[in-house]
């Protein structure tokens, strides 16, 4: 078990595209509520299975397995909820952290979102120039919120 | 992936319980509905995380996997539904397959029940003298089922 503490931003512009080569991520839900997810991933051939506990703030506890890939590949495409998310993860490190940015694709097209990985929730971080607004509290761009009201079907996109 | 072919039966007396040393399981349910499980295991001091697809008759669809013990007991004691299952499983060979045996503790003390593994839903299957009535498609005996209705509450034990 760790304690995963991240904060997540909206991102501006392109600037951030060339900084990294990106990673194509398909996951899906077993299970997603506001006390527990159970998530399949595949990120390039790397299957994973996780498990997330409640939020609290910008922290929660976080188990994760990786699995063979074709069992991620069968889960996916047998038991998870629809739709799936699609998005390629770029990694970027930036003045000590990695940031993920996230373009996501499918029923989320058109949302690029930027996360951090923090070991301290007081931790100071240095914000690179394409960071705009930040989001980390709100529910609607977890990932599960997104495989249930994808961000093409909202009303206010930011 | 494997599929999960089993048979599931009453248990007839003590013969048995001189036949093999029982080894204590403590398990819990991420999730469980008719399409779904997720079930958190520590069988003696090894953890194991295991999804399980819908039944179709006495075969199901299983994913099972490795997890560290502490994790194991982490999650059964802040994520799992209750109440948790408890029993200690008897592996006893018999004519060629393993008949694991569980008697079960807790809420679901007074049950005994008698499980074979089986290659393919058709084969012949000999029956040692202490196994009872097949229960091998009443749902109430699954143990998703009796960690929501626990054998205690059964108004009509068999």
């Keep these: 078990m760790a304690m995963e503490i991240e904060r997540k931003f909206l991102v501006v512009g392109d600037a951030w595209r060339s900084l990294a080569i990106g990673v194509a991520y398909r996951q899906g839900y077993l299970l997603s509520n506001k006390h527990l997810t159970v998530r399949v991933r595949m990120a390039g051939d790397t299957g994973y299975l996780t498990i997330k506990g409640a939020t609290d703030g910008i ?26 998310i699609e998005k390629v993860r770029y990694r970027i490190p ?15 097209q058109g949302l690029v979102i930027a996360e951090v990985e923090l070991s301290d929730p007081e931790q100071l971080v240095s914000l690179p120039a394409w960071i705009g607004k930040e989001v980390s509290y709100d529910p609607r761009y977890y990932n599960a919120q997104l495989a249930k009201h994808p961000y093409s079907e909202w009303k206010d996109q930011d």
């Design 59 to 84: 922290s929660r506890t976080e188990f994760e397995y990786a699995i063979p890939a074709n069992d991620a590949a069968e889960l996916l495409d047998t038991l998870c909820e629809r739709p799936l």
């Design 94 to 108: 930036w003045q000590g952290l990695v940031w993920e940015v996230d373009e996501f694709a499918g029923a989320n």
